[in-house]
T-cell receptor, first 115, second 114 residues
Framework: AQSVTQLGSHVSVSEGALVLLRCNYS??????LFWYVQYPNQGLQLLLK??????LVKGINGFEAEFKKSETSFHLTKPSAHMSDAAEYFC?????????????FGKGTKLSVIP | DSGVTQTPKHLITATGQRVTLRCSPR?????VYWYQQSLDQGLQFLIQ???????AKGNILERFSAQQFPDLHSELNLSSLELGDSALYFC?????????????FGDGTRLSIL
């Protein structure tokens, strides 16, 4: 079975500061990893994905994430936070084995950006 | 705009009732997923369809059922509703339903049970 742990249900950063949102996964098969963002009263929007290949993945809005197999981590970063980044962020995993077609989500991290 | 359309956006009903949520996937997508988002359970996978056939089942209650029609739209039917069914229900779609494909989400249907 696959699972995702996001450390920190709430993270606050100052505008212009580094954003670091943590995600650790558990999967018995090589995983596919995703970060989604959810703005209030909206659906989930894909930020970036890791499938195979380069372990540093660049996404939209200046976000990037690094896949570290040895640490089973896929942390999301952005060098400089903007007010518009305030939202809830979800890390998700899917696998290649039976029963793993769907996304398994972490519980989410709500990011606040302080002016 | 993800291209996935969900209707209605809001639904208010009473315990014991039955409702139908509708989803139209992105043009060209053959696979549809349903998820439930609640404060206590987070985002939970319910069920997946591919080209009209059920492909995977998650934590879907027996009171809930779904289907995907020949035109590829999908409906999620919730019956004998309970207070705990109040949640945001999302539909997502992909081209083939394979795990590595990113899922594109609709804006959801917010279901409130009074």
């Amino acid at each position: 079975a696959q699972s995702v742990t996001q450390l920190g249900s709430h993270v606050s950063v100052s505008e212009g500061a580094l954003v670091l949102l943590r995600c650790n996964y558990s999967s018995s098969v090589p995983p596919y990893l995703f970060w989604y963002v959810q703005y209030p009263n909206q659906g989930l929007q894909l930020l970036l994905k890791y499938t195979t290949g380069a372990t540093l993945v660049k996404g939209i809005n200046g976000f990037e994430a690094e896949f570290k197999k040895s640490e089973t981590s896929f942390h999301l970063t952005k060098p400089s936070a903007h007010m518009s980044d305030a939202a809830e962020y979800f890390c998700a995993v899917s696998g290649s084995g039976a029963g793993s077609y769907q996304l398994t989500f972490g519980k989410g991290t709500k990011l606040s950006v302080i002016p | 705009d993800s291209g996935v359309t969900q209707t209605p956006k809001h639904l208010i009903t009473a315990t014991g009732q039955r409702v139908t949520l509708r989803c139209s996937p992105r043009s060209g997508d053959l696979s549809v997923y349903w998820y439930q988002q609640s404060l206590d359970q987070g985002l939970q996978f319910l069920i997946q369809y591919y080209n009209g056939e059920e492909r995977a089942k998650g934590n879907i209650l027996e009171r809930f059922s779904a289907q995907q029609f020949p035109d590829l739209h999908s409906e999620l039917n919730l019956s004998s509703l309970e207070l705990g069914d109040s949640a945001l229900y999302f539909c997502a779609s992909t081209v083939t339903g394979d795990p590595g494909q990113p899922q594109h989400f609709g804006d959801g249907t917010r279901l409130s049970i009074l």
